[in-house]
């Protein structure tokens, strides 16, 4: 199928994100294109496919058996003694989620966005921002070999954690290695796991980070790690980590990997500003990926929501100036800045503690019964045995 050279919105990336604001421009009856360079949207995979159950209260989503496999009933955190805490439904709410099928997950995005009238290109690259007089009036495309020439009224940028749309268009999209992780991911087959929780470890098994343990069933899970690139030497320090993780766990004995893949996800505030003339970012292009669980599904869901409305609402009233183009920017922060930046300063101290530290921590908070899990609920409670502990911490209580 051949697209148009013209359309009022052209977004850039099938990703959760870019999927979604396409949809929501369209349904608000924008005219969109959604251009995606991969052969097959959402695939390969490169997640772990934890989502938290967030995502279903803010954006119109029904779980479908096709990528919803697992609805976890709790997440355990392991320190480095071994001791956990259980985070359950009951105390953290939609925070505990579910394992989903990512490639089929996307898919089933971008199908809501083709019905409610987006087209889709992939197999698509974008390759460059068109300017005007200096001022962005659309996409040029390189598919089968081929350049072309795409206007529109206003371009998204959900091109991801390497957004290339975001650097062209001037954000300042630079990464400190202290808030980029390096991460590595086995799916593995034969295992024998509890498949009611995911499983969090931190510590000195992954520095800066955690290893994860994410299960489909109790034979299938995807077990990966995360590591602040500013304490590790190179990124195959992940392998050896994560390696030496499965080594020493009974529940690996007989485990198959059938798949590897790897990535970095950024670990930083997210940008200050994610528009400009006739441009918005969304998702990990945006950084609004999780600082403290570099999780970035429902975020980027969530605010391409708001993007997708934005940008249909700067079409009809024809003004995709970046005074109009600030209802996005406080509806997003609205709902999720708040948790960004307090994630973001609890990640900051986390990282600063040693293993006999977090030790502590989570024999703390094993003790106390957390009615309503926040970061404030957790420091608070810390603070009634261990106050050395929190002294650091004080700013975010
Ligand atoms: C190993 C690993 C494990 C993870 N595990 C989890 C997890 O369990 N839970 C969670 O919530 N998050 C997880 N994440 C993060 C999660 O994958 C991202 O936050 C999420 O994919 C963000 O969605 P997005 O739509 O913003 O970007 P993406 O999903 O990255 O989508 C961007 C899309 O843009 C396309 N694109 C890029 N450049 C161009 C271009 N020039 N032209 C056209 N198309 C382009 C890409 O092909 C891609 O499809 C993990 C990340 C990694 C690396």
Same mark, same amino acid.
């Given at each position: 199928?051949?697209?148009?050279?013209?359309?009022?919105?052209?977004?850039?990336?099938?990703?959760?994100?870019?999927?979604?604001?396409?949809?929501?421009?369209?349904?608000?009856?924008?005219?969109?294109?959604?251009?995606? !360079?991969?052969?097959?949207? $959402?695939?390969?995979?490169?997640?772990?496919? $934890?989502?938290?159950?967030?995502?279903?209260?803010?954006?119109?989503?029904?779980?479908?058996?096709?990528?919803?496999?697992?609805?976890?009933? $709790?997440?355990?955190?392991?320190?480095?003694?071994?001791?956990?805490?259980?985070?359950?439904?009951?105390?953290?709410?939609?925070?505990?989620?579910?394992?989903?099928?990512?490639?089929?997950?996307? !898919?089933?995005?971008?199908?809501?966005?083709?019905?409610?009238?987006?087209?889709?290109?992939?197999?698509?690259?974008?390759?460059?921002?068109?300017?005007? $007089?200096?001022?962005?009036?659309?996409?040029?495309?390189?598919?089968?070999?081929?350049?072309?020439?795409?206007?529109?009224? +206003?371009?998204?940028?959900?091109?991801?954690?390497?957004?290339?749309?975001?650097?062209?268009?001037?954000?300042?999209?630079?990464?400190?290695?202290?808030?980029?992780?390096?991460?590595?991911?086995?799916?593995?087959?034969?295992?024998?796991?509890?498949?009611?929780?995911?499983?969090?470890?931190?510590?000195?098994?992954?520095?800066?980070?955690?290893?994860?343990?994410?299960?489909?069933?109790?034979?299938?899970?995807?077990?990966?790690?995360?590591?602040? @690139?500013?304490?590790?030497?190179?990124?195959?320090?992940?392998?050896?980590?994560?390696?030496?993780?499965?080594?020493?766990?009974?529940?690996?004995?007989?485990?198959?990997?059938?798949?590897?893949?790897?990535?970095?996800?950024?670990?930083?505030?997210?940008?200050?500003?994610?528009?400009?003339?006739?441009?918005?970012?969304?998702?990990?292009?945006?950084?609004?990926?999780?600082?403290?669980?570099?999780?970035?599904?429902?975020?980027?869901?969530?605010?391409?929501?708001?993007?997708?409305?934005?940008?249909?609402?700067?079409?009809?009233?024809?003004?995709?100036?970046?005074?109009?183009?600030?209802?996005?920017?406080?509806?997003?922060?609205?709902? @999720?800045?708040?948790?960004?930046?307090?994630?973001?300063?609890? !990640?900051?101290? @986390?990282?600063?503690?040693?293993?006999?530290?977090?030790? !502590?921590?989570?024999?703390?908070?094993?003790?106390?019964?957390?009615?309503?899990?926040?970061?404030?609920?957790?420091?608070?409670?810390?603070?009634?045995?261990?106050?050395?502990?929190?002294?650091?911490?004080?700013? +975010?209580?």
């Amino acid at each position: 199928m051949f697209f148009k050279d013209s359309y009022d919105v052209v977004v850039v990336g099938g990703g959760p994100s870019g999927s979604t604001a396409a949809r929501y421009a369209a349904r608000n009856g924008a005219n969109v294109l959604l251009v995606e !360079k991969r052969q097959e949207i $959402g695939s390969p995979v490169r997640c772990g496919e $934890g989502v938290s159950m967030e995502i279903f209260k803010h954006v119109d989503i029904r779980p479908d058996p096709s990528w919803f496999v697992n609805q976890v009933t $709790g997440a355990r955190i392991f320190g480095p003694s071994g001791k956990f805490i259980l985070i359950d439904a009951k105390n953290a709410g939609d925070e505990v989620g579910a394992v989903i099928e990512r490639d089929a997950f996307d !898919k089933y995005l971008a199908t809501e966005a083709a019905r409610d009238g987006a087209e889709i290109a992939t197999k698509t690259s974008v390759v460059s921002l068109l300017k005007d $007089g200096g001022e962005i009036s659309g996409v040029r495309v390189r598919r089968m070999g081929e350049e072309s020439d795409i206007s529109a009224r +206003l371009v998204i940028g959900a091109d991801g954690f390497e957004s290339q749309v975001a650097r062209w268009a001037g954000f300042n999209t630079n990464l400190k290695t202290r808030d980029t992780t390096s991460n590595l991911q086995y799916r593995m087959t034969n295992l024998d796991l509890d498949p009611r929780f995911t499983d969090f470890y931190i510590g000195s098994a992954a520095p800066g980070g955690y290893v994860w343990i994410f299960p489909k069933s109790g034979e299938v899970a995807n077990v990966g790690i995360g590591l602040l @690139l500013s304490r590790i030497k190179g990124a195959s320090e992940a392998k050896d980590y994560l390696d030496a993780f499965i080594e020493k766990d009974e529940r690996f004995r007989d485990a198959s990997i059938m798949e590897t893949v790897s990535g970095g996800v950024s670990v930083s505030a997210p940008l200050d500003k994610v528009i400009a003339d006739r441009i918005m970012l969304v998702g990990d292009a945006a950084r609004m990926i999780d600082p403290l669980t570099g999780g970035g599904i429902s975020n980027g869901v969530i605010a391409g929501k708001v993007c997708g409305e934005v940008a249909a609402g700067a079409v009809k009233e024809g003004d995709c100036s970046e005074e109009y183009l600030q209802r996005y920017e406080k509806g997003w922060r609205e709902l @999720l800045e708040e948790k960004l930046y307090r994630d973001y300063m609890a !990640k900051e101290k @986390l990282v600063t503690l040693d293993d006999e530290a977090l030790d !502590k921590l989570i024999e703390v908070m094993s003790e106390v019964p957390l009615e309503n899990l926040s970061t404030k609920e957790i420091l608070t409670a810390i603070r009634t045995k261990y106050p050395e502990l929190v002294k650091e911490f004080e700013d +975010l209580i």
